[in-house]
């Protein structure tokens, strides 16, 4: 292996371990300020306090799902020619770099838009808001478990 995949390997690891660690631990601590009631204007009011804390998490990890890119070419290199695996792997890694991204700008979207959109709405808008707000919840879920699978 070269040594330049071999170093693009480490400091996108690095890069990953950090940007994932960092922006896990600051969206599950600004996630901690969201009320989760029934009345959907206490929890959009939450989502629109805590939105500003929410969307540098959203942007570290983004940088994370961004370093795997590098990180699994690092891995085809490592594993060397000759057989599928090190392709699969580059493959499970680039893949896994496209759904994490698309999952992080799904999730700053629906975050942004209810952050932007919810304020000053009369209880039938609020209703509107959450069953389309609930849509993309689904969508975001499902691309999370697409994620981690891969």
């Not at 040594?3 to 690095?14: F, I, N, V």
């Not at 707000?133 to 969508?139: D, E, K, N, P």
């Amino acid at each position: 292996m070269s040594g330049g995949w071999l170093q693009t390997g480490r400091w996108s690891a690095w890069v990953y371990a950090a940007a994932a660690l960092a922006g896990g631990v600051l969206a599950a601590v600004a996630s901690s300020g969201i009320v989760s009631t029934g009345d959907a204007a206490a929890h959009y009011a939450s989502v629109r306090r805590v939105w500003w804390e929410l969307y540098p998490a959203f942007q570290l990890l983004l940088v994370a799902f961004a370093a795997l890119l590098p990180l699994g070419l690092a891995l085809r290199a490592r594993l060397g020619p000759g057989t599928p695996r090190p392709d699969l792997a580059a493959a499970a890694f680039l893949a896994a770099a496209v759904v994490g991204t698309l999952w992080m700008l799904f999730q700053v979207g629906s975050a942004q838009a209810i952050s932007r959109d919810s304020a000053g709405l009369d209880a039938p808008g609020l209703k509107v808001l959450q069953e389309n707000a609930s849509i993309w919840s689904g969508v975001i879920n499902w691309l999370q478990r697409g994620f981690l699978l891969l």
